[in-house]
Every structure is written in structure tokens, then in C-alpha cells.
């Protein structure tokens, strides 16, 4: 007897099946939100720089790890940098400094089509610090209200050359650590043409805005991208922007030196975020009728060289088991596969329904 594919016990002798209306529901769209470091950690409290970056990249940006560079394990976590839109503060002559490009750069991307100046609370702002989240870390977006950042205030004389290789850190001994969170709790903001914009204010997520609340700058949860107001951050933090032209005041490290300092003065002053994912699934009942799928295409089906069953009774009782779905498109190229929990019974005398969930 002649191996007989499966499906094939009516006249159509059919491997595939389509889908038949009502054979494919889109199910709805579910939230999903983990710690946005690695191993889904939600709360980073150890930060190291990178032996690997040069000193020209430096003048642009440090990459942020969660450990030492070289350690194999390590995964960047965030980018830190500075923008001035004159320019002041780093090598160069205005728009050819690496701190007009940054400023100019973020400004191009944040801010609307007629604004190209920094501004919190109403406030101008020519020079910003800006925190740019992993992608790999931020999935679709940053979780609003999930999100506390915790700056250590500068002694202003020196600053660490890595904090947690050894060095010292100069934090002022009172109001040593300063919480910083997005207000999407207290204020409804309004969606702009890259995402909804949140105000990064002074609180914690325990406690809410503190009242009253100070301005530190602005979170854009969709970009990943939080930017700090420098102007603030040299009133409250003593960070001691260093401004003019054509020199390196390497202001990147200050915010640096601010984030790890305040998690050597407690462990608990980390940089807490979660992000989000909205998960979209369609349901697909792939349905095999009692006629059809009771044979197999594998060897050990038939036995000889005429194709002749291996168990005799199959021929008036033929038995399969169903393990695995597999999803095809029109060109009968597989797209998806869907394993069962167990093997399931496929005879003549019953039918198999498979609801087969996809996420995407």
C-alpha cells in the first residue's frame, strides 16, 4: 500500500488547510512592563564607564555599563552627554564644537518644528544634560510613573575619575542625594508629534511630587531620552557647569560622577525604570475535522519496500498524534510553529481543535 500523506483520506488528498472566516480572531493589545536593566533588573545602583571609548568619543558622550567594561557579562545600559547651543564648553568654535552638535541634535529630534531652545517650566535653557536609555533596554517605550533618578550634589572643587574603580567622590554632607521622577501621575501632558513629553520633577515614586515640586527638565518616555535643564543642575547640585569657548569642560562625567556617587552613599540611590511593551495577539482555531489528518508522513509509519503500514490495523483504523502546528502563508512557506503541551489523538472517530496564540 502506498504511503498516504497526511489529509490525504478524502479525494483532495490535502496537506494544508486554509483558514476559513471566523478561523482568525485579533485578540487585544495587553500592557507588559519589566525592570529595564539587564536580567530585567529594576533598580541600577552600580554604573562604570568605558576603557574602550577614546578620547575624541568622549568630548560627544560616555557609555554607562552595570559592570566594568571588560568584564564579558557587562551590557551598556545608557549614554550620558552635554549640549551647549553656542557651543561653550568643549573644543571647537560654536557650530563646529562638539556641544552645539549635541544640543543641536537633541533639539532636532525633541523639540517641535518652530522651536529650536531648550525650555522648562517656561523657562530657557541654552545648555542641557541628556540621558539616552539602551534600545535594547527600552523595548517600545519607558514606563511613566515607574521611573526615579537619583542625583548625588557635587562638591564643585573636584570630580571623580570613575567612582567605582577606587576613586574619591566630593558630595556635599548635606542634602546628599536629590529624587527625580516624571509628574505623569500629577498633570495630564499632551501627546506631541514624537509621544507624550513628561516634566522631570523632584519626588519619588513611594511618596509623588514633592510640593513644592522643582524643575529639572523633561522625560520623553517613547525616545528613551531624559534631558536635564544644566542650568538647574548647577543651582541644586553644585555641578559646576563648565562653560566657554573652545575648551573641554568634560561636563558629561559631572553627571556621571552625580549618578554613581549618589549609589556609593547608599546603596539604595540607584536609577530606577521599568520599561513597557504593548504586545498585540491574533488567535488562530486551526480545526482538523474526524476525515482528515489521520495518516503520517513519517518513515516509521510504513514498513517495506510498497509503502505497506507498520501496525496492520491501521488499515481499517489508521491513528496519528498530532504534536506541532505549523502556520504557512499563501506560498505554503512556513511563518510559525506552534508545539502542543502533549501529543494529541487524531482518528477517525474524533476531531482536534487548536487554538494556537501569536504575539508580535
Same mark, same amino acid.
Given at each position: 500500500?502506498?504511503?498516504?500523506?497526511?489529509?490525504?483520506?478524502?479525494?483532495? =488528498?490535502?496537506?494544508?488547510?486554509?483558514?476559513?472566516?471566523?478561523?482568525?480572531?485579533?485578540?487585544?493589545?495587553? =500592557?507588559?512592563?519589566?525592570?529595564?536593566?539587564?536580567?530585567?533588573?529594576?533598580?541600577?545602583?552600580?554604573?562604570?564607564?568605558?576603557?574602550?571609548?577614546?578620547? !575624541?568619543?568622549?568630548?560627544?558622550?560616555?557609555? &554607562?555599563?552595570?559592570?566594568?567594561?571588560? /568584564?564579558?557579562?557587562?551590557? #551598556?545600559?545608557?549614554?550620558?552627554?552635554?549640549?551647549?547651543? /553656542?557651543?561653550?564648553?568643549?573644543?571647537?568654535?560654536?557650530?563646529?564644537?562638539?556641544? *552645539?552638535?549635541?544640543?543641536?541634535?537633541?533639539?532636532?529630534?525633541?523639540?517641535?518644528?518652530?522651536?529650536?531652545?531648550? #525650555?522648562?517650566?517656561? +523657562?530657557?535653557?541654552?545648555?542641557?544634560?541628556?540621558?539616552?536609555?539602551?534600545?535594547?533596554?527600552?523595548?517600545?517605550?519607558?514606563?511613566?510613573?515607574?521611573?526615579?533618578?537619583?542625583?548625588?550634589?557635587?562638591?564643585?572643587?573636584? &570630580?571623580?575619575? *570613575?567612582?567605582?574603580?577606587?576613586?574619591?567622590?566630593?558630595?556635599?554632607?548635606?542634602?546628599?542625594?536629590?529624587?527625580?521622577?516624571? /509628574?505623569?501621575?500629577?498633570?495630564?501632558?499632551?501627546? !506631541?508629534?514624537?509621544?507624550?513629553?513628561?516634566?522631570?520633577? %523632584?519626588?519619588?515614586?513611594?511618596?509623588?511630587?514633592?510640593?513644592?515640586?522643582?524643575?529639572?527638565?523633561?522625560?520623553?518616555?517613547?525616545?528613551? $531620552?531624559? $534631558?536635564?535643564?544644566?542650568?538647574?543642575?548647577?543651582?541644586?547640585?553644585?555641578?559646576?557647569?563648565?562653560?566657554?569657548?573652545?575648551?573641554?569642560?568634560?561636563?558629561?562625567?559631572?553627571?556621571?560622577? #552625580?549618578?554613581?556617587?549618589?549609589? +556609593?552613599?547608599?546603596?539604595?540611590?540607584?536609577?530606577?525604570?521599568?520599561?513597557?511593551?504593548?504586545?498585540?495577539?491574533?488567535?488562530?482555531? $486551526?480545526?482538523? =475535522?474526524?476525515?482528515?489528518?489521520?495518516?503520517?508522513?513519517?518513515?516509521?509509519?510504513?514498513?517495506?519496500?510498497?509503502?505497506?503500514?507498520?501496525?496492520?490495523?491501521?488499515?481499517?483504523?489508521?491513528? %496519528?498524534? &498530532?504534536?506541532?502546528?505549523?502556520?504557512?502563508?499563501?506560498?505554503?512557506?512556513?511563518?510559525?510553529?506552534?508545539?502542543? #503541551?502533549?501529543? &494529541?489523538?487524531?482518528?477517525? %472517530?474524533?476531531?482536534?481543535?487548536? =487554538?494556537?496564540?501569536?504575539?508580535?
Amino acid at each position: 500500500m502506498a504511503i498516504l500523506p497526511a489529509g490525504s483520506f478524502n479525494t483532495s =488528498k490535502r496537506v494544508y488547510t486554509a483558514f476559513k472566516v471566523g478561523d482568525v480572531v485579533e485578540g487585544g493589545v495587553e =500592557k507588559v512592563t519589566r525592570g529595564l536593566w539587564s536580567g530585567n533588573v529594576g533598580t541600577l545602583t552600580t554604573f562604570f564607564t568605558s576603557s574602550a571609548q577614546s578620547d !575624541t568619543q568622549k568630548q560627544y558622550y560616555y557609555e &554607562i555599563f552595570d559592570k566594568v567594561s571588560t /568584564d564579558a557579562t557587562s551590557e #551598556s545600559q545608557f549614554s550620558i552627554t552635554y549640549g551647549h547651543n /553656542d557651543g561653550s564648553g568643549s573644543l571647537g568654535q560654536n557650530e563646529d564644537s562638539p556641544s *552645539n552638535a549635541i544640543y543641536s541634535q537633541y533639539a532636532q529630534i525633541l523639540l517641535p518644528d518652530n522651536q529650536r531652545i531648550f #525650555s522648562f517650566n517656561d +523657562v530657557a535653557s541654552q545648555h542641557i544634560y541628556a540621558i539616552n536609555l539602551n534600545r535594547a533596554r527600552l523595548k517600545d517605550r519607558l514606563d511613566p510613573g515607574n521611573f526615579e533618578l537619583t542625583l548625588g550634589k557635587l562638591d564643585g572643587t573636584a &570630580i571623580a575619575n *570613575n567612582v567605582n574603580t577606587g576613586s574619591n567622590v566630593h558630595i556635599h554632607s548635606s542634602n546628599l542625594v536629590h529624587e527625580l521622577i516624571d /509628574d505623569s501621575g500629577d498633570t495630564q501632558q499632551a501627546a !506631541t508629534q514624537i509621544g507624550r513629553v513628561y516634566n522631570l520633577v %523632584s519626588g519619588s515614586i513611594l511618596n509623588g511630587v514633592h510640593s513644592p515640586k522643582t524643575y529639572y527638565g523633561q522625560v520623553y518616555p517613547e525616545q528613551g $531620552v531624559i $534631558v536635564l535643564n544644566a542650568d538647574t543642575l548647577n543651582t541644586k547640585l553644585n555641578f559646576g557647569t563648565v562653560t566657554g569657548s573652545n575648551i573641554n569642560g568634560d561636563n558629561a562625567f559631572k553627571l556621571y560622577t #552625580s549618578l554613581s556617587g549618589s549609589a +556609593v552613599i547608599n546603596a539604595n540611590n540607584g536609577f530606577a525604570a521599568r520599561n513597557e511593551e504593548r504586545v498585540q495577539s491574533t488567535f488562530y482555531f $486551526v480545526r482538523a =475535522k474526524n476525515g482528515e489528518y489521520n495518516f503520517s508522513n513519517n518513515p516509521s509509519y510504513t514498513s517495506g519496500s510498497n509503502g505497506a503500514f507498520a501496525q496492520p490495523t491501521f488499515a481499517n483504523n489508521p491513528k %496519528s498524534y &498530532i504534536t506541532t502546528v505549523g502556520l504557512y502563508n499563501s506560498s505554503q512557506e512556513l511563518l510559525a510553529v506552534a508545539k502542543l #503541551s502533549k501529543p &494529541i489523538l487524531k482518528s477517525f %472517530s474524533n476531531e482536534v481543535l487548536v =487554538k494556537v496564540k501569536l504575539d508580535f
